[in-house]
């Protein structure tokens, strides 16, 4: 038995602080005030020195890891979220890459994941291949502007088949519906995400009753349908922001660039930290900076001035939720943990409690990770 002393635990809505927590094969098996809890002799000490202990960071949506990209390398990419205190990481397609590359995507994790190494991978985010090419970057390498046929996506499906946890989408798109139902046919547990996506709120709502739920990188990459000049219109972000039942995913980098911090806060407002998913958005591109955004370091460019994700880790993005919108280590751990757990349909972990699985980290105020346990184990 493993017993961590010292823990200021971070339950899903409160603290106890100067608490122990019990690990045994492989699960949280216990905890409590120290004052109040006898440790067994014979246990392994792990002294958080006061520090928080929180359930492991819940990444669903990111392309990267370090410079491995995702689809190919899986378990270094997984591995390198991993020290970052990320204990479960979906790989995220590329809406770009070609019919060959989705399927080698779910040949690849599903490997990965038969292997030790590959434990903190849970699945996939196909994030495409139907989306809007005409929001988000790598506009000109988009293949997909053709019509949606089965031949093109059985295939992708069926590569994906028990790994897909969400599957991200332009809800305008031609003959978007008979693709949603084929989807939900085979993968009943799947929740839609809309994605690049210039969509009304009345085509986002039609695909509800078929699990649509989540809005992708909430604020970018949608657009504005504007009814008369200089009147606002309503387009994807109203959807998501209007709907309770759908999840914002949200891009927190440092200088606020993806989300502005005040608009930031508004989603919070209207959102609540229940329905935010913190993603890190991960990609690799060394394209310059276009001028005035000489000092960013934590988010990328693809040349022609858009953005293309970012180089964050989900620890970074919880101390930056909480920097710019005023929320306790509670809540980011809310929206770094315990909500994407929910949204990729895992029960067994996001949170403290007895029976879950033992995936957890240790951090200081500011997020910074001093230990990684996943599934019981040290492994940082
Ligand atoms: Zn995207």
Redesign the pocket.
């Known amino acids: 038995m493993i017993a961590i002393i010292n823990a200021e635990l971070v339950m899903r809505d409160h603290f106890i602080p100067e608490a122990v927590l019990f690990i045994e094969n492989g699960k949280i098996a216990g905890y409590g005030e120290m004052r109040k809890t006898e440790i067994p002799e014979g246990c392994e000490i792990i002294d958080a020195e006061g520090e928080y202990v929180g359930p492991g960071l819940v990444d669903i ?1 990111s392309h990267t890891g370090g410079e491995f990209q995702a689809w190919q390398e899986p378990i270094k990419a997984a591995q390198f979220h991993l020290t970052h205190g990320t204990t479960t990481f979906l790989i995220a397609t590329y ?1 770009r890459q070609k019919k060959e590359q989705y399927i080698e995507t779910g040949k690849n994790v599903r490997e990965a994941m038969k292997l030790p190494e590959g434990k903190s991978i849970g699945g996939i985010y196909y ?1 495409g291949p139907y ?1 809007n090419a005409n929001y ?1 970057s790598n506009k000109k390498l988009y293949p997909w502007d053709k019509p949606i046929i089965p031949e093109d996506y059985e295939p992708i499906i069926e590569a994906g088949l028990g790994l897909v946890k969400v599957w ?1 989408l332009a809800p305008e798109r031609p003959d978007i519906l008979p693709f949603v139902k084929a989807v939900k046919a085979a993968m009943p547990d799947v929740r839609f995400a809309v ?2 996506s210039e969509a009304t709120p009345q085509q986002i709502e039609a695909l509800m009753p078929y699990g649509m739920s989540v809005g ?2 909430h604020t ?2 949608t657009g504005t349908i504007v009814n008369y000049p200089e009147c606002r219109g309503v387009c994807v972000d109203e959807a998501v922001n209007y709907n309770d039942g759908m999840y914002a995913e949200l891009i927190c980098d440092s200088r606020g660039i993806h989300v502005d911090p005040y608009m930031l806060r508004l989603v919070r407002k209207i959102k609540g930290d229940s329905r935010i998913v913190l993603i890190s ?1 991960r990609t690799y591109n060394d394209a310059p900076k276009p001028a005035g955004y000489e000092d960013v370091f934590d988010i990328n460019f693809d040349g022609a001035n858009d953005i293309a ?1 970012s180089k964050l880790t989900l620890e970074i993005a919880c101390r930056n939720y909480m920097k710019h919108t005023g929320a306790s280590m509670v809540d980011a751990f809310r929206v770094g943990s315990y909500n994407p757990s929910r949204v990729a349909g895992f029960t067994d972990r996001g949170e403290i409690a007895v029976g879950l699985r033992a995936d957890l980290i240790i951090v200081d105020r500011k997020m910074n990770v001093k230990k990684v346990i996943l599934d019981g184990e040290v492994v940082r």
Do not use: K, L, S, V
């Open positions: 949506h809406p994030e989306i988000g991200g994605t690049h992708t990188h970018n990459a958005d994700g």
